[in-house]
C-alpha cells in the first residue's frame, strides 16, 4: 500500500472518491506530483499548491492564492506573504470539486509553476 493510501484508512468511501475527482480534474492543468507527508498528501506543480488533509467523512483542502477571496465557501484565509495567502475549503462530497474551485485550483497551480 503506498503513503498516499495510508490517508483514507478508516475514512469514509466517499473521501478517496472526492479526491480521486480532485486529482482528475487538476491534472486536467496539467502535470501534478502527489507528495504524501505525515498529516497530508501535497499536490505539486514545481511547487506545492494544494495541500489535501483527509477527514473522516470529508476533505479539507488548502490552496495558495495571490489574494484573499471573499466566498462562503473559504473556512480559512491566511496571509502568508505580501502577495501570498493560503485558503482553506472543506470537500464534503465529489460535486464540491466544481468550476468555481477548478478556476481558485488553475491560478493556485499557475502561481506554482
Avoid at 477571496?69 to 460535486?95: D, F, M, T
Amino acid at each position: 500500500m503506498s503513503a498516499v493510501q495510508d490517508h483514507f484508512l478508516g475514512k469514509k468511501p466517499e473521501v478517496e472518491a472526492i479526491y480521486d475527482q480532485l486529482l482528475l480534474a487538476v491534472r486536467q492543468l496539467g502535470p501534478v506530483a502527489e507528495q504524501p507527508k505525515k498529516t497530508s498528501i501535497h499536490l505539486v506543480n514545481r511547487t506545492g499548491f494544494a495541500g489535501v488533509h483527509t477527514r473522516q467523512e470529508f476533505i479539507n483542502l488548502e490552496f495558495k492564492s495571490e489574494a484573499p477571496i471573499e466566498h462562503p465557501r473559504i473556512r480559512k484565509s491566511q496571509q502568508i506573504s505580501a502577495n501570498r495567502y493560503h485558503l482553506l475549503v472543506q470537500l464534503q462530497s465529489s460535486s464540491d470539486v466544481d468550476g468555481e474551485l477548478l478556476t481558485w485550483l488553475e491560478k493556485a497551480y499557475f502561481l506554482s509553476a
